[in-house]
């Protein structure tokens, strides 16, 4: 069973700080990665993907993506009460569609 | 507006009672699946459909069936729900192929068998 790993959190962020966010992945022919925010009762919404090493900015949220270890983060800058949730991993396995999915990560934003 | 819809939103049946659960996306993708979510478990794949008439199983597929016949459509079917399928179910579709298509998620069925 091919696997994605996130901490489960609950990741505590006062406002106004960096929340950062790590996924791991087991398939090393992974192709692309996404990151998905859902709320709770929610569907889950995406944020961002990644297919490249390195990072991807987009607003206050940037992507890392390192193949060589297998895994995948993100960082949430300037976070909001509004950045409360959980923050799903997504790995495209194949070129086909399926995505496995991490647990989630919990993040809460103090004020 | 593109998007997947799922009904019911909420639904409490009894054990053995046959039911559906409906999703239409409008987006002509190829490529739908059924979720389930539990807590700690994040989203584990049921079953997808590729293309009309062609289907397959997920990681979980026990208890369930699936249908496409047509493109726009992919009902999931419990023909004897049991309580541990109490749960909640996201339909989702995308392009097949391509390495950065987004998944477009359905608004979550939260079913309870009692």
């Known amino acids: 069973q091919k696997e994605v790993e996130q901490n489960s959190g609950p990741l505590s962020v006062p406002e106004g700080a960096i929340a950062s966010l790590n996924c791991t992945y087991s398939?090393?022919?992974?192709?692309?990665f996404f990151w998905y925010r859902q709320y709770s009762g929610k569907s889950p919404e995406l944020i961002m993907f990644?297919?490249?090493?390195g990072d991807k900015e987009d607003g206050r949220f940037t992507a890392q993506l390192n193949k060589a270890s297998q895994y995948v983060s993100l960082l949430i800058r300037d976070s909001q009460p509004s950045d409360s949730a959980t923050y799903l991993c997504a790995v495209n396995e194949n070129s086909w569609g399926k995505l496995q999915f991490g647990a989630g990560t919990q993040v809460v934003v103090t004020p | 507006e593109a998007q997947v819809t799922q009904n019911p939103r909420y639904l409490i049946t009894v054990t053995g009672k046959k039911l559906t659960v409906t999703c239409s996306q409008n987006m002509n993708h190829e490529y739908m699946s059924w979720y389930r979510q539990d807590p700690g478990l994040g989203l584990r794949q049921i079953y997808y459909s590729m293309n009309v008439e062609v289907t397959d199983k997920g990681d979980v597929p026990e208890g369930y069936k699936v249908s496409r016949k047509e493109k726009r459509n992919f009902p999931l079917i419990l023909e004897s729900p049991s309580p541990n399928q109490t749960s909640l179910y996201f339909c989702a579709s995308r392009v097949t192929g391509g390495r950065n298509t987004e998944a477009f998620f359905g608004q979550g069925t939260r079913l309870t068998v009692v």
């Open positions: 398939d090393r022919g992974s192709q692309s």
């Open positions: 990644i297919y490249s090493n």
